[in-house]
Nanobody, 122 residues
Framework: VQLQASGGGSVQVGGSLRLSCVAS????????MGWYRQGPDEQHDLVAS??????ENYVASSKGRFTISGDGANKVFLQMNSLKPEDTGVYYC??????????????????WGQGTLVTVSS
């Protein structure tokens, strides 16, 4: 699975950006797609996600300002409004997939896009 992300850039406080991500390649059973931001510890912190059933999930700092859309399996978008300096970072597109292992148990694995930089300046 390959994830192609785009839409990052530089804006001033209060500005808007729209991130896009398209998945290609074969998938067993995608369950959700989302956006993560790389934190100072280099871990990926969830920003928002959407399942293949359309259920949206936001972290507290994103609620009311960001809107995620897409089908959870092929494409995902993140509309970011009222941007703040603390939104600055590299945003990674994620796809979570469910698959059955050799023991017949369901497992999950993640795929990541290449990252797109968002810079919000005051």
């Amino acid at each position: 699975v390959q994830l192609q992300a785009s839409g990052g850039g530089s804006v001033q406080v209060g500005g808007s950006l729209r991130l896009s991500c398209v998945a290609s390649g074969s998938r067993v059973m995608a369950t959700s797609m989302g956006w993560y931001r790389q934190g100072p510890d280099e871990q990926h912190d969830l920003v928002a996600s959407i399942t293949t059933y359309g259920k949206e999930n936001y972290v507290a700092s994103s609620k009311g300002r960001f809107t995620i859309s897409g089908d959870g399996a092929n494409k995902v978008f993140l509309q970011m409004n009222s941007l703040k300096p603390e939104d600055t970072g590299v945003y990674y597109c994620n796809l979570e997939e469910k698959y059955m292992d050799y023991d017949g148990d369901w497992e999950y694995r993640d795929y990541w896009g290449q990252g797109t930089l968002v810079t919000v300046s005051s």
